[in-house]
């Protein structure tokens, strides 16, 4: 399975989200292979920041021909995934162009859920090309005692893009992973953790997969 994570919207999720889905897959005993297409190598710089081999492999590949070339690189490896640039580019094209399945992170505010339209818009050109790509929408960073991801999943209902029921919260633990470790290790047995072993459950569901 290839796995894209897109969002026009910067600050979305769709790194951290990259790097958590990766290593919940490879806690399934999978080789997954995590590709930045993104300039700004936030994937790769967390990579290097940490002070142990990561679980799953990580490479920086921002070129553009990424939907032709990367089948022939995964014969080694069980899964990709794909962290992308927040702009409609070459780059955000070729990597949903490479995908089974585009994730889209959204945020619980009005303002991301405009901005999907316009990730939505780039999904659907695939499509044009790629009929059989399937996409959802992940809530991200949801506040705790609030409603507000509840309007935010009725108002994603308008896109003809279905929204995940497992929904990954605010949380400080995420924030603190972005400097070289997943929640996976630091805490695996807390709630981020298992927000995150939820959603790659969920993700399984719904690619009609009963194994990563
Ligand atoms: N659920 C969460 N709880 C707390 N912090 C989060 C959560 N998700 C993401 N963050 C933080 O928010 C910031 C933006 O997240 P991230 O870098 O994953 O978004 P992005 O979509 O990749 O951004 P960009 O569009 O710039 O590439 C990061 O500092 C990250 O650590
Ligand atoms: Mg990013």
Known sequence: MIITLASLKGGSGKTSLAVHLSHAISLEKKK???VDADPQASAQNWAAARETKPPFTVVGMARNTLHRDL???LDNFDHAVIDTPPRVSA???TSILAADL????VQPSSYDVWAAAETVALLDEAKGFKPELKAVFVVNRVLT???ISKDVVEALAEY???TLSNKITQRV???EASSGYTVLESEPKKSAAK??????KEILKFLELKRW
Request: hydrophobic content about 60%; proline content about 11%.
């Open 32 to 34: 997954v292979l995590l």
């Open 71 to 73: 089948p022939d690189l």
């Open 91 to 93: 780059l955000a094209r």
């Open 102 to 105: 585009v994730i889209i992170p």
């Open 145 to 147: 005692r609030t409603l």
């Open 160 to 162: 003809d893009v279905p």
């Open 173 to 175: 633990a995420f924030a």
């Open 195 to 200: 927000e995150i072993k939820a959603l790659s």
